[in-house]
């Protein structure tokens, strides 16, 4: 489904502010993954979610799409392959426009834009629909502005947005990092329905390591750049974050002391 | 005092399809475009030449559509591929249309009086209704034989224009392409995420934002009979208040409640212009003055008013606890 070949990415190269990003990393997604990420502030995460979304390109390096190469597509034209949900929860939505002029304008991801109505009223009664299934009752109120949702709100409404059209592959950065405990449960129980009903093949962000261990097939921990870390099939689902804690703190003994701030930060 | 209330609302109207056009940049693109100043008179000077070079005035203020919108491109390109700081790229554009809009007329101002345009034309065809007679025999017969105007043709003609354009601009932010548009304004990160070129709808959006512009200059300029090349100066302004006047008072619910707000802002604008003309120690040269005030009004009012509001409201919670 996505691959990722020797990719490398140096930001301020030539000057004493260069720091490898990512280091020399394959990865091969296969269709129907749930992959979940952890690692430090700076190991590297995000960037490798910008290389996927396609915000930054590879100095080296290949990023594949169903065997399609697809390292030079820009942005916009790669997020016909990816649904994506951002930690911040204002991020995924437009707030002047209502719930379903936002559900429909994620609708036309993967349709080319044309000069007819966004929302029609077929188009209102599979969003109605599709709104149901998160259970907040956002179905009965399909045009008010999404501004005036609460963070919790946008982002379930940011959820469904990414995943309805079923995507390819889902991206998912930290995105239940900025909201409180039990919205953060709720967002992660809708993430477990969704990405399960549809199939999805999915790439999660998290520093919550009972989520990383909780969720998906497969697990990768990042550091400075590298995968140090990798665990699939039964081996992940006997984990535990003790296990991950050890995991972690092996890794970070050949140097570097294992501090709060690099488990948590 | 009532003709020249009559014209200000005539005039209000065309300015209307101006100010909605810096709606469009202003509020639905977060782009402030200073572009306007220079492409009003692209719109004015391309419509003048043609007309007075005999081409028929309904094609001419067409193609100054054409005219306004291209130079609406520019400054877009100039912004997305240039990398120019959205209110540098409008300057820059501006002062460059300022030496084509020269080049455009040959001439710093072009008369029109000679020439047929698109009023003189709505007049020919509306003597032979005997609408005005009518109307003026009706005036007169309830006693108001002094608020007769010259003619209704203009402000008929222009309110079902006007209506048409806001309907259609209406239309078109619902539409998939505008409900992209408006998220450009919105949330960068979010259009991108969903497929949308940002740089492909800011280029368009300018386009259309200016064309409208120009559209209104071209009209201008048969109204008042020339074009002139220092007709643009402080346009951009006169758009913003009247986007901000009809905002601060219909609100900004809903699309078609904001763009009708516009274009009575815009009514409202030229309404309060000429009221101020008339007080004795102002002159027509303290025009742009008038403007600045009525802009910084506008916008500061807003804020005085809900300070207000609240301090009562403070003052009431107080009393009631305290009762």
């Not at chain 2, 005999?54 to 291209?70: D, K």
Request: proline fraction near 2%; aromatic fraction near 8%; glycine fraction near 8%.
């Amino acid at each position: 489904m996505l691959e990722l070949n020797g990719i490398h990415k140096i930001f301020n190269e030539g000057t004493p502010d260069e720091k490898i990003a990512i280091d020399h990393i394959n990865l091969k997604v296969k269709q129907s993954d749930f992959i979940t990420i952890i690692g430090s502030n700076g190991a590297g995460k995000s960037t490798l979610f910008n290389i996927i979304a396609g915000k930054l390109f590879p100095d080296v390096g290949d990023v594949l799409i169903e065997n399609k190469k697809v390292t030079n597509l820009p942005e916009y034209k790669r997020a016909r392959y990816m649904g994506r949900v951002f930690q911040d929860p204002m991020a995924g939505t437009a707030p002047t426009l209502s719930i379903e002029e936002n559900l429909s304008i994620a609708y036309n991801r993967v349709k080319t834009r044309s000069f007819r109505l966004g929302v029609s009223s077929s188009r209102r009664t599979l969003f109605k629909e599709k709104l149901e299934t998160l259970g907040l009752g956002l179905e009965n109120r399909l045009e008010a502005k999404v501004g005036l949702l609460s963070g919790g709100e946008r982002q379930a409404l940011s959820l469904l947005m990414a995943t309805f059209t079923k995507p390819k592959i889902l991206l998912l950065d930290e995105h239940t990092a900025a909201l409180d405990p039990s919205r953060a449960a709720l967002i992660t129980r809708l993430t477990k329905q969704i990405v399960e009903e549809e199939q999805l093949t999915t790439i999660m962000i998290t520093h919550n390591m009972q989520q990383a261990v909780d969720l998906g097939n497969r697990i990768l921990m990042m550091d400075k750049g590298k995968v140090i870390y990798e665990a699939a099939g039964e081996e992940k689902q006997k984990l535990t974050v003790p296990d991950l804690l050890n995991e972690f703190s092996k890794m970070k003994s050949d140097g570097a002391e294992l501090s709060d701030r690099t488990l948590l930060g | 005092m009532f003709t020249s209330i009559f014209s200000s609302v005539e005039v209000g109207l065309m300015f209307a399809i101006m100010a909605l056009g810096v709606y469009l940049s202003f509020r639905i693109l977060d782009f402030p475009d200073l572009t306007v100043d220079g492409s009003f008179v692209t719109g004015a000077a391309v419509g003048a030449i043609l007309i007075v070079n005999s081409t028929n005035p309904f094609l001419a203020t067409a193609l100054a559509f054409g005219a306004g919108f291209i130079a609406g491109t520019i400054t877009g390109v100039l912004h997305t591929f240039g990398k120019i700081n959205a209110l540098l790229s409008g300057i820059l554009m501006m002062i460059a249309l300022y030496s084509i809009n020269l080049r455009i007329m040959d001439a710093p101002n072009l008369s029109l009086l000679q020439h047929d345009h698109i009023f003189t034309k709505l007049n020919e065809a509306w003597g032979n209704t005997g609408i005005d007679a009518a109307m003026a025999s009706f005036f007169t017969s309830i006693g108001l034989s002094d608020f007769i105007p010259k003619t209704w043709v203009i402000i008929i003609v222009m309110i079902i224009f006007v209506l048409l354009i806001k309907v259609l601009l209406d239309y078109f932010l619902k539409t998939e392409v505008g409900l992209a548009l408006r998220a450009v304004g919105d949330n960068h990160l979010m259009i991108t995420s969903f497929s949308g070129n940002i740089n492909f709808y800011k280029v368009f959006g300018l386009g259309l934002s200016n064309g409208l512009v120009a559209l209104s200059g071209a009209l201008i300029a048969q109204y008042n009979g020339f074009a002139d090349v220092n007709g643009g100066i402080g346009m951009i302004v006169i758009g913003l208040a009247s986007v901000i006047i009809g905002e601060a008072i219909f609100g900004t619910k809903n699309i078609v409640r904001v763009t009708l707000a516009v274009i009575v802002g815009a009514i409202i604008y030229r309404v309060i212009v000429a009221l101020a003309l008339r007080v004795e120690f102002l002159e027509t040269g303290d025009l742009k003055l008038i403007t600045a005030v009525i802009v910084i009004l506008a916008l500061v009012m807003p804020q005085v008013i809900a300070k207000q509001k609240e301090a009562k409201r403070k003052k009431q919670r107080r009393a009631r606890l305290a009762g």
